[in-house]
Every structure is written in structure tokens, then in C-alpha cells.
């Protein structure tokens, strides 16, 4: 293996444009010159043949060879550079060229009786069959063809395919050591892989005319070549798992042993009574605090089966044991909503608690912190902000993760990898793990399972009602809200805009105001008329009193204070209809109200919709919960509705929406950019995933420096998921 420093291009591109050609390099993931030999293609193209330029037609794709006849730059309808080329032998067989965008070398290389291989996608011109930007070259008559498919790598801007392709072929052949085998002979043969040198091979240069279930095979990258790379890659990322696994059991932290006052106090001052499963993951919990050794640890449970609780008493345990807690919530309103009621359960027990969050004034937020680097407040609770502004906890002994899906895998790695390291972690999600992910991403964690609902709750009906339907759900709502009840109205999702998502929650808030200032609206729900507000309270079921509805409005361009202003106001029951955008998605926890209307439904993903709807049936009061939905329906969601009404468990919804869209929501590398896995596929290749799972432990215990080597060989640029 090549000892020289990374990174160093150089030979690839000529001194002059080295350093660029290495950042270049760098920006697709290839770092050091033996990164090249992985840098795959995304697809070929066929090189091999000529295409007589006389039997060239429209809608193929073509390799051709011409002589140019003339080539011009034309001024209309834009500036143009168009090139005439003649077939050689049949002269009234003609192909035009087209280039919008060229250079001087363009001109210079097309010159009259030049002979030119071109190969692009034919179209119709109005000269006959003519190809928009081809690549050509200048070639003779006896210019030999390759023989082998021409790869077309990933790439960035600048960087041409020609370059790429110079480059990896001499990363390929500088050094024997960079294609050798470093997997134990056996482990291959017993699992039908292909050699590691073999593989490459093929991929960087495949041969042509392979057969047509050979060709789909390489296409659809299930060819035993793209098997032998994934089958590495996943191996890899099982090895550094494993790796990281041990380096944490290696790793100290604090031992949180507890004194018990503080818990046994929360757990007096609770209105109710652990479940067995929340008794069951807070022993899980604790004893791992107790230990020495960092926990990381997934709380997983249905949205409202009660992990906050269980967060609080994990936070006391440190607490007593004189450390200092990190609450991280991913909304202002969630995070507000912990420091609330963990204020109102602790108060009086003498645990100071400071409240963070990024729109905090400065004042406020540096009293916060201060109060936090001093010792004197024992729990920050507030939004990701809290980790990001370093604000420091001096004494940090338990980081905890509200939603922690909702913060993506990119964002746990660089978590887990950041100064967190000497604290505990615990970082709780309703949205149970896809089993792939469980076994690659996820398989660094413990997890414990909240998997009882407490009692007392009702089930909540869901209805699915057309838009058109609409003023009879506002007649219906309006009566049960002056009958005491509250409900939450969801606002239409518009992805696109956000300024126009604020305008249809202004609006429809106006429109809710509007409607329910009525005194009584009329709807085929109730033969009622309008009661007097004086309505003998014997008669309750008959007569809806005449209670106003205040209508209020929550959306994410609100201020903070403002938010949890109305927040807390519909926790009073001062607003009876809440208008909100997907801030209230996640975490919001007002047992009182009952009904959650959701404006079209079928724009939200079975997750939201699950978690919206978790939103309700969190009190005794019988819910429901309202999707209207638009017509005509597309297929998904169709097929979401129809999930979200059949069922109610979010393990089976978890199941369904991971059939429907695939794991890669779950992984948030979307918003990160980072790609995790750059050629194994989480849903294809599950069986793949398990092969490399058995051979990770079987590599550690037979071959440890081969596991090393391995994962140089994959991770060595990628440093950041062995680190530990
Ligand atoms: P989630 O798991 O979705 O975060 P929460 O922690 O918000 O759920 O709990 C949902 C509601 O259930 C809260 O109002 C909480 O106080 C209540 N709760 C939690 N545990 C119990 C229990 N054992 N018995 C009754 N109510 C409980
Ligand atoms: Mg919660």
C-alpha cells in the first residue's frame, strides 16, 4: 500500500493544476489516491461500435464517425456554433452538430475534412439527424475503438470525465497493493464473492456486449461485481460499529448512582402511577448510569406511552449524583412544554432548572448559561441550540434527545463524535427503527422499548371526510367546543412555501373566528337551536351551552413568547379551537383536548399523521380525529389514508411507511448531504447486511489486522465513523 501523504493528485492532472484538481477530487468524496480505486461508476456508456453515419436516426443513443463539411457559429435564434459532418464513403449521409456553449478549441478541433467520432443522443433537426453537445474527438481513419464499456463517474463542476477516468486508471495500476485481497480467502469462498481485484475490474471496465440479463444485472448494480463492493462496504460499516462499540466500553464516565431523594419526590408528586414497561426501562436506564461507562442508550415507545417521565427520573438520578443534564427538544414549543412541566413536578425539590432556546434574548440567555457554567442550575432544557452556541456544561453527566428522529443519523454521528463523549446519552423517538437501520446505523445503541400504553386512555376514532364535507366538520367541531371540548385544526402542509403556509394558517384562523362567533352554527349534526348561555345544567346532553369559542393560531414564525403564550392558553382552556401549522407535530401534550382536525391529509406523510394524531386521546375524554382529505387521491395517498385509518399502532404504521416510501427519510441524510452508504442499498440489500454482519464478527476473531485493513482500505477517508 502506498505510504506517500494524502492527499496527492498531482500525477493525475498535471503540477500546474494540482491543488485544484485535489479539491476537486475532494468535493467527491476521493481524498487520497487510493480512494480513486473506489470511486465507482454510475454508468456506462457503449464506445465499442460505430454506427455508420448513414444509418444514424433519431431517438438513439450512438457512436459515429464523419468528416466535417463545414462548421460555423450562427447568430439565430441564439449564438451557436453548428457543425456539418459528411459520412466518409456515402456522401449525402449527413449528421449536424449543435453546441450552445464552446470554446475556441471547439472551432479548431472541427475543422473542414477533419475526421470526427461523436457520440450522443440523436434527435430530429430540421437538417435531418443532429446531436446537441456530443463529445467528439479527432481521430483517423484507423484510430482503434476501446474494448471495453466506457465508465461515466460521479463528478463535480470542472472536473471532466476524461480527467476522472486518467485519473482512476493510474490509481489503479500504481500500486498492486491497492485492488489486493485483504478478506481471508475462506471467508469469500464460503459466501460466493467475487475477489476484491476482479470486482474492480469489472466495474471500472466492464466488457461489452454482455448478455442482456448480465447488462440489467450491472445496471441495477446486482451484478456479482456490485455485490462484492457492497458486501465490503457494509462490512466495513459493521467493523467500525463494532470498533466504536468497544472503544465506548473503554471509555469512563461518570457513575451516576443517585441518592433516590429526588426521584422518590417526582415520583410522589406525579398524579399517577408507572406503568410495568416504563418501571422496566427506567431500572434499564438506571443501571446503566451506574455503570462507568457511557451510555447510549434509544428510548423507544409509541407516541404517548409516557417517556417523559422516564427522561426526568433518568435526570434526577444524575442530579443527585451532582451532575448537571442536557434536555434537547427539536421545536421551541416542545422544548417549553418539558421545561414547564418538569418546573411544575420539581418545584420546591431544589433542582434549579435553566430554560434555553435560540430566540431567547440575550439577557435572559446569558443569565442562563451563566447559571449553567456556574454550577448553580443542575438542567438545561431547551432546542438543539442548547448544544450548538457552546453553551457549557461544566459538569455534564446525561445529554437526553426528545424526537431524536427527527434529528437524523448524520446528526447523532457528529453528536456522538463531538465533545459528548464523557456524558451519558439517551435519546428517545416514537418512530421505531426500520430493522435495516437497527442493524447498520443504530446498531452502536442499546435500546430499551416502551411497549404499554398507561391506562385509562380511549382509542381515538378516526374519519376520513372529503373536503367538500368541510362546513359540516366546522358545524361539528364548533358544537363540541361549546360543549367544553377542545381541538386542534392542522393547517394544510404547502412544502414549497413557507410564506404561503403562513397565509392559509392567517386565513384560515380569520375563517374558524368567523364561523364559530356565530351563535350557533347550523349543521346537520344537531337538532339543537341556540341554547341560552343560562341552560339548566340537568339537560347537558341535549343542550350544548352556549360557550364562545375562542379561536387561536400557532405557527413557526411566531416569536417564542408568543407561542408559548397560546400555548399555554389552550392548556387553560381559554382557546377552545387551535389553528396550527406542524409545530404542534411532535411532543405537544394537552390531554384536554380531544379532536384533532387535520386539513389536507393526504399531503402529510404517515409519520406526521401518526404523530398529529398522537396529539389526542391523551385523557379520559373519547377522541377524534378528522382527516379531510382532497379529491382525486394519488396512489400513496391513498395508501397512507387507508394505513392511518386501519391502524393505530405506530410499530405497524412505522412498518407500512417504510413499504410505501423506503428507510431513506429515516437516515436524514437528505438534509445533511452526507452519503452514508455510498453503493449498498438499505432496502435491497438486506441480505447483504446480514452476510456482513456475520462475517464482522467472524473477521474480528479470526483476522483482526485483515478487519484493519479492511477498514482503512474503506473508512480511511471517512475517518469520522471509527473515531471514537
Ligand atoms: P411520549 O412518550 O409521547 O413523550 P408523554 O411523556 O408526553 O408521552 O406522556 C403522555 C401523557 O401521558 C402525559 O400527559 C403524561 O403525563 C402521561 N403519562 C405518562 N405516564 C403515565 C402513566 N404511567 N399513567 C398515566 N399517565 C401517564
Ligand atoms: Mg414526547
Not at 463539411?69 to 449525402?92: M, S
Not at 452502536?444 to 422499548?449: G, N, P, Q, T
Not at 414564525?557 to 381559554?574: C, L
Request: one cysteine or more; charged letters at 25%; a positive charge.
Amino acid at each position: 500500500m502506498s505510504d506517500r501523504p494524502a492527499p496527492t493528485h498531482k500525477e493525475a492532472g498535471g503540477s500546474a493544476r494540482g491543488a485544484s484538481l485535489a479539491d476537486k477530487l475532494a468535493r467527491v468524496g476521493v481524498l487520497r489516491d487510493e480512494d480513486l480505486v473506489l470511486h465507482l461508476p454510475l454508468r456506462y456508456e457503449d464506445h465499442t461500435r460505430l454506427v455508420p453515419l448513414a444509418r444514424v436516426r433519431a431517438g438513439a443513443t450512438v457512436q459515429t464517425e464523419g468528416v466535417v463539411a463545414n462548421a460555423e457559429i450562427q447568430y439565430r435564434p441564439r449564438r451557436q456554433l453548428v457543425c456539418l459532418l459528411r459520412d466518409a464513403e456515402r456522401r449525402d449521409a449527413t449528421l449536424t452538430l449543435r453546441f450552445f456553449s464552446f470554446y475556441p478549441s471547439h472551432q479548431k478541433a472541427l475543422t473542414q475534412g477533419a475526421r470526427i467520432r461523436v457520440y450522443g443522443d440523436v434527435r430530429d433537426g430540421y437538417f435531418g439527424p443532429e446531436i446537441v453537445h456530443p463529445q467528439f474527438r479527432v481521430v483517423h481513419e484507423d484510430t482503434p475503438l476501446p474494448d471495453r464499456l466506457t465508465p461515466v463517474y460521479p463528478s463535480t463542476a470542472g472536473l471532466s470525465q476524461d480527467v476522472l477516468r486518467k485519473a482512476v486508471e493510474r490509481a489503479l495500476a500504481a500500486d498492486a497493493a491497492r485492488t489486493a485481497e485483504v478478506l481471508p480467502e475462506d471467508l469469500l469462498r464460503r459466501r460466493d464473492l467475487w475477489s476484491f481485484a476482479d470486482a474492480l475490474r469489472f466495474l471500472h471496465a466492464p466488457p461489452p456486449r454482455l448478455s442482456a440479463g448480465a447488462q440489467k444485472a450491472l445496471d441495477e448494480r446486482t451484478h456479482p461485481a456490485w455485490t462484492r463492493i457492497k458486501f465490503d462496504e457494509l462490512l466495513a460499516q459493521q467493523l467500525s460499529l463494532k470498533a466504536h462499540r468497544k472503544a465506548r466500553a473503554s471509555r469512563r464516565a461518570p457513575v451516576l448512582t443517585g441518592t433516590g431523594a429526588l426521584t422518590r419526590a417526582l415520583l410522589e408528586r406525579i398524579p399517577f402511577k408507572l406503568t410495568r414497561a416504563q418501571q422496566r426501562v427506567w431500572h434499564e436506564i438506571g443501571h446503566d448510569l451506574r455503570r462507568g461507562v457511557p451510555m447510549q442508550r434509544l428510548l423507544q415507545g409509541d407516541v404517548g406511552s409516557g417517556k417523559t417521565i422516564v427522561a426526568a427520573l433518568a435526570a434526577l438520578q444524575a442530579i443527585e449524583s451532582g451532575k448537571q443534564v442536557a434536555f434537547m427538544a427539536p421545536t421551541e414549543i416542545l422544548a417549553e412544554q418539558h421545561y414547564r412541566k418538569l418546573q411544575s413536578w420539581l418545584s420546591g425539590v431544589g433542582v434549579e432548572i435553566a430554560w434555553l432556546s435560540g430566540s431567547l434574548p440575550a439577557k435572559a440567555r446569558r443569565k442562563a448559561a451563566e447559571a449553567l457554567e456556574s454550577g448553580a442550575a443542575h438542567f438545561a432544557i431547551g432546542t438543539h441550540a442548547l448544544f450548538q452556541e457552546g453553551v457549557a456544561l461544566p459538569r455534564l453527566g446525561l445529554a437526553i434527545i426528545d424526537e431524536q428522529h427527527r434529528f437524523g443519523v448524520a446528526q447523532r454521528l457528529a453528536l456522538r463524535d463531538k465533545g459528548m463523549t464523557e456524558a451519558h446519552q439517551l435519546m428517545m423517538s416514537a418512530t421505531p427503527i426500520p430493522r435495516t437501520l437497527a442493524m447498520t446505523f443504530y446498531a452502536d445503541l442499546d435500546v430499551s422499548m416502551l411497549d404499554e400504553m398507561p391506562p385509562g386512555r380511549t382509542p381515538v376514532a378516526t374519519r376520513l371526510v372529503s373536503q367538500r364535507r368541510r362546513a359540516e366538520i366546522i358545524a361539528w367541531v364548533g358544537k363540541a367546543c361549546r360543549e367544553g371540548r377542545q381541538a386542534y385544526w392542522v393547517c394544510p402542509l404547502i412544502e414549497e412555501s413557507e410564506k404561503l403556509e403562513l397565509q392559509t394558517a392567517v386565513a384560515l384562523h380569520a375563517e374558524l373566528t368567523r364561523a364559530f362567533a356565530a351563535p350557533e352554527t347550523q349543521g346537520p349534526v344537531s337538532g339543537a337551536t341556540a341554547a341560552p348561555a343560562t341552560s339548566s345544567p340537568g339537560t347537558l346532553a341535549a343542550v350544548p351551552a352556549a360557550r364562545p369559542i375562542v379561536v387561536g393560531l400557532v405557527h413557526g414564525r411566531m416569536k417564542p413568547d408568543e407561542k408559548a403564550a397560546t400555548m399555554e392558553a389552550f392548556a387553560r382552556g381559554d382557546i377552545g379551537v387551535l389553528v396550527a401549522t406542524t409545530v404542534i407535530e411532535v411532543g405537544v401534550d394537552i390531554p384536554n383536548a380531544s379532536i384533532m382536525v387535520i386539513e389536507h391529509a393526504e399531503r402529510f406523510g404517515l409519520a406526521q399523521l401518526h404523530q398529529l394524531r398522537g396529539r389526542v386521546g391523551r385523557g379520559a375524554a373519547e377522541s377524534s380525529c378528522v382527516l379531510l382529505f382532497e379529491e382525486p387521491l394519488t396512489d400513496t395517498a391513498r395508501q397512507r389514508l387507508k394505513v392511518i385509518y386501519e391502524t393505530s399502532d405506530g410499530f405497524e404504521i412505522a412498518r407500512q411507511d417504510l413499504l410505501i416510501r423506503g428507510p431513506g427519510e429515516f437516515l436524514g441524510a437528505r438534509q445533511s448531504g452526507v452519503p452514508l452508504l455510498r453503493f449498498a442499498d438499505l432496502e435491497r440489500d438486506v441480505a447483504l447486511i446480514e452476510q456482513a454482519r456475520d462475517a464482522a464478527d467472524e473477521l474480528l476473531k479470526t483476522d483482526p489486522a485483515a478487519a484493519m485493513r479492511h477498514l482503512d482500505r474503506w473508512l480511511g477517508a471517512r475517518q469520522a465513523f471509527i473515531k471514537a
